[in-house]
């Protein structure tokens, strides 16, 4: 997908093709369910997983110096328009969690680098991971098992850092009702299966659709030109809400 700039609604556009074959299978978990109210279209009936960490604390900008995100083209809006600006950022527009392990992306001050190539050449404080956007229309058990496998990959080089596993950003309701295999139920399904890896310690899951959401669980529409990618002006509250949520 091209990113696409103007100069007061900025968004990065992505893939929606998916990495593996699409399924219309949806888990629901009886503690996770909740009805959202909805007009017309599809409604929502997988709620987002809590976040259940509570020892959240602010910090400042320099609290990022040392931190790494990984991600698809949300984290590259967040590289090109947040005001983290000397956080290092692996992210390319279209990156999955499939394609995270074979990607070489062109890394500030490291050059051009396979993941694990930076991660045993930087040590890093903080990971941030926000993936599954691109496949989350195919099977939540099998990319799951590939996010778990990023997780292990990025602890066994850095055994020190606090990873962050960021929920997905919603859609907003006109992508929401009509798209079969990017919608909100399964991306919340995908949420919480990744949510589920967090231990409270050095493993914490956090989620910027607390921000971003409208009252039915949904990305605010007036946030979005594509219903799917945030305007660059809101990066920077992006930016405040991660300060806002460091782990103690």
Request: proline share 1%.
């Amino acid at each position: 997908f091209r990113s696409s700039v103007s100069n007061k609604q900025t968004t990065v556009k992505k893939s929606n093709k998916a990495s593996s074959k699409p399924s219309n299978k949806t888990s629901v978990s009886n503690k996770q369910t909740t009805v959202k109210k909805s007009n017309t279209g599809r409604v929502n009936t997988v709620g987002k997983p809590p976040m259940t960490y509570t020892a959240f604390r602010k910090v400042g900008a320099d609290y990022f110096n040392d931190a790494l995100f990984i991600g698809d083209s949300r984290t590259e809006g967040l590289r090109l328009y947040g005001t983290l600006k000397n956080s290092t950022y692996f992210s390319t527009v279209g990156m999955s969690t499939f394609s995270v392990f074979k990607k070489s992306v062109s890394v500030k001050g490291v050059g051009n680098v396979t993941l694990t190539q930076l991660l045993q050449k930087k040590q890093f404080g903080k990971v941030y991971i926000m993936l599954g956007i691109n496949e989350v229309g195919g099977n939540a058990n099998s990319i799951a098992s590939k996010y778990k496998e990023l997780i292990n990959l990025v602890r066994k080089y850095q055994l020190n850092a606090i990873i962050y596993i960021e929920g997905n950003l919603h859609v907003a309701k006109t992508k929401n009702d009509r798209d079969k295999s990017i919608n909100n139920n399964r991306i919340n399904t995908l949420n919480a299966k990744m949510a589920s890896y967090a231990n409270n310690t050095n493993i914490i899951y956090i989620d910027i659709n607390y921000l971003f959401d409208d009252e039915n669980g949904n990305l605010k529409s007036y946030m979005t030109s594509d219903a799917t990618h945030v305007y660059g002006k809101y990066y920077k509250d992006w930016c405040n809400w991660l300060m806002e949520h460091a782990a103690s």
